[in-house]
């Protein structure tokens, strides 16, 4: 099994995950440091791992990383394609440079990690890809470079489907809302801010996910019992985009506190085990 980005957040849990099943998991990333941790994590619980060290934009490593992933370990069963992510910015703000950053990072890196693993193993032998894109329905203000990519990757997601089918390769996506993975570490307090507030009061969950509840979804879409699933989005969002303008207001009175996301009594003990690297 393959995971990019699996140094952190929710593709570290996956890792773990799928080793802990008893897969070797490949895990991928530009940073060595955050690799080796994972892979001590993992052995010492047991599992089997590799690191490999590639930015999954850069074309000619990622077609040397399967080559090698397939000669050190002689298959390829599955892919979750999960490396990626985003800066926040209004449109009027982002430069060409940083749009086409965000497109490379989370459309065509995606892209050519696929179709590197579809051509050099599962073109041949099968297998299942696992494509994670976000809660980009009707838009994602502030983070519209990443909403257009991963817009792409969910319809790449339904054209792969179909013309892998006949190899027996099923391709599908997930699509996490707002998860209290090691991820949010990346923005400053400011942007966290603006996340809270923008985003908690539309969850009808009334909370963030955690990085194991998207893991179990990839696990799941690489598994057998998902045989007849390809071409599909698994949303794990706590109900996001089906909340309307209105909806909180129409809630029963009994559940008519503030709430705001990070301040649910679940909250804090999510980002802390988050924080902590303590979510497997
Ligand atoms: C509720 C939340 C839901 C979502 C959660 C998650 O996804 S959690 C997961 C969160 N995890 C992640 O996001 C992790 C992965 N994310 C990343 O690696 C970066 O965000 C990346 C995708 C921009 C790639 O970065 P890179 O190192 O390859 O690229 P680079 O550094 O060379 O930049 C290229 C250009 O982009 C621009 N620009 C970049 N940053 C900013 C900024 N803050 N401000 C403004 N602009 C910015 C700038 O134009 C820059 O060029 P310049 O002006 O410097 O010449
Ligand atoms: N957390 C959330 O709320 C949501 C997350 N997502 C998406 O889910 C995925 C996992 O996010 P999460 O775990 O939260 O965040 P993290 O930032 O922890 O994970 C992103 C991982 O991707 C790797 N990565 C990023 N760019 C590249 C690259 N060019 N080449 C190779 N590896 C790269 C990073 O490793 P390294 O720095 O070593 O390269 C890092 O391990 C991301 O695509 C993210 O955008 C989507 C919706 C919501």
Same mark, same amino acid.
């Given at each position: 099994m393959i995971v990019t #980005? #699996? $140094? +952190?957040g929710i593709g570290r849990c996956a890792a773990h995950e799928l080793a802990s099943l008893g897969a070797h998991v490949a895990i991928v990333g530009r940073n060595p440091e955050k690799l080796e941790t994972v892979r001590i994590e993992i052995e010492e619980d047991g599992g089997s791992v590799s690191t490999h060290v590639s930015d999954i934009r850069d074309e000619e490593t990622v077609a040397a990383t399967i080559a090698t992933i397939i000669k050190d370990h $002689?298959? %390829?069963? $599955?892919?979750?394609?999960n490396a990626g992510g985003q800066y926040r910015a209004a449109i009027k703000d982002i430069t060409t440079k940083g749009f086409e950053a965000v497109v490379r990072s989370n459309l065509t890196g995606g892209f050519i990690v696929m179709r590197e693993v579809y051509n050099q193993w599962m073109a041949e032998h099968g297998g299942s890809i696992v494509n994670m894109i976000a809660d980009i329905w009707h838009g994602w203000p502030h983070f519209s470079h990443s909403a257009a990519a991963r817009g792409g990757m969910f319809t790449l997601t339904e054209s792969a489907a179909t013309e892998f089918a006949a190899s027996g390769v099923r391709v599908n996506s997930v699509a996490p809302g707002s998860i209290a993975s090691s991820g949010l570490d990346t923005y400053d307090a400011k942007d966290t801010e603006f996340i809270q507030k923008g985003? +908690?009061?539309? %969850?009808p969950l009334q909370r963030f996910g955690t990085e194991s509840e998207v893991s179990s979804a990839i696990v799941f879409l690489l598994s057998p019992g998902a045989s007849f699933i390809t071409g599909s989005c698994v949303r794990v969002d706590g109900g996001a985009p089906n909340a309307r303008r209105g909806w909180w207001e129409l809630q029963p009175a009994e559940n008519n506190t503030p709430f705001n996301g990070f301040h649910r009594a679940s909250e804090p003990a999510i980002l802390a085990a988050a924080h902590q690297g303590e979510q497997r």
């Open positions: #980005g #699996g $140094g +952190s $002689g298959r %390829i069963d $599955g892919l979750v394609n985003v +908690s009061p539309h %969850i």
